[in-house]
């Protein structure tokens, strides 16, 4: 075992997480059990990097590195983490909790760049994804169909192809919806902590705040100074104050406050209003499949 790489989670601490995510009792590892614990995650556990900001401005251990780190954490200051951290505390607590899951990669835009880490659960023969990331509140099948799944707030389009699959969803800000593609095959524990250790120098989440909350019937996104909310009715934008960005990360996204004094102390709350470094990444060069004239693949629904 490579050092910094948890074996798993206590007993103990698989319990507490359970109570937080508020699950009475230890869901089957069914689909009906899988729904139940990513529905929770999805609503309690933000996509956040306010943790990774204040270790890459202290020059310390990235945080979330095993998932008892992730987990101690965030039963502490409400913080998550990003995607390579998330996806493995994820990853852990399902296998805690009795599921066949396994961690795999994906790209974001689907550049062809391995810049993502999610999770993929085996039910019998079928496979879901269930992202730390995304928060698609449902997980998402992995099948030989298309598939769609809307509740007005949240939209998911997933389309197979020889590759994998490309998952299409819609974040609070975007106009429009991206691709992620997702491939197939496993990385271990060992492996993902090495793209995290990676994201040191390259990752769009590293100079300014992104956190993302995904909430009965609405989903928050502060990204550097700005709130975006989407509900049922459209998408609500707001350019916060110092003063009301630090409120939004309590309120919103459930930080706590001793951890947003010590993110603003490092810098990372005057880093919110600084311009974005570097090129805002193109807008996909293809739509989702319910925008294309002509779907040909049958089509499996979910709404």
């Not at 910094?4 to 698989?14: A, F, K, M, N, Y």
């Not at 999770?119 to 509140?137: G, H, K, N, P, Q």
């Not at 707001?238 to 996204?253: F, N, S, V, Y």
Request: charged share 20%; hydrophobic share 35%.
């Amino acid at each position: 075992m490579t050092a910094g790489v948890s074996p798993g989670i206590s007993d103990r601490l698989r319990g507490r997480v359970l109570r937080r995510l508020g699950l009475g009792n230890t869901p089957p590892p069914t689909l009906e059990g899988l729904r139940r614990v990513y529905n929770a995650w999805s609503r309690r556990v933000p996509f956040d990097n306010v943790r990774k900001m204040l270790a890459l401005r202290a020059g310390s251990p990235l945080p979330g590195r095993d998932a008892t780190d992730f987990f101690e954490a965030w039963l502490e200051t409400g913080a998550g983490g990003t995607c390579w951290s998330g996806s493995n505390a994820l990853y852990e607590f399902l296998c805690a909790l009795g599921f066949r899951a396994r961690l795999a990669t994906g790209s974001m835009h689907d550049i062809g760049v391995r810049n993502h880490g999610t999770v993929i659960v085996t039910l019998d023969t079928a496979e879901f994804l269930a992202d730390s990331s995304l928060l698609t509140r449902e997980p998402v099948p992995l099948a030989g169909s298309l598939y769609t799944y809307g509740d007005g707030v949240t939209n998911v389009e997933v389309e197979p192809d020889s590759a994998g699959h490309v998952v299409w969803t819609r974040g609070p800000h975007q106009a429009f919806f991206l691709p992620c593609r997702i491939f197939p095959e496993s990385i271990s524990p060992e492996a993902a902590l090495a793209n995290y250790e990676n994201s040191r120098r390259q990752s769009p989440f590293n100079q300014r705040l992104y956190a993302l909350r995904s909430l009965p019937g609405r989903m928050i996104l502060l990204r550097g100074s700005t709130r975006y909310e989407r509900t049922r009715a459209g998408v609500s934008t707001r350019d916060l104050t110092a003063e009301e960005l630090r409120g939004a990360l309590h309120a919103d996204i459930g930080i706590s406050r001793p951890l947003i004094d010590a993110w603003s102390d490092c810098g990372a709350l005057a880093a919110a209003f600084e311009p974005p470094s570097g090129p805002a990444p193109p807008p996909p060069g293809n739509l989702p499949p319910s925008q294309r004239e002509e779907i040909r693949q049958p089509r499996m629904e979910c709404v």
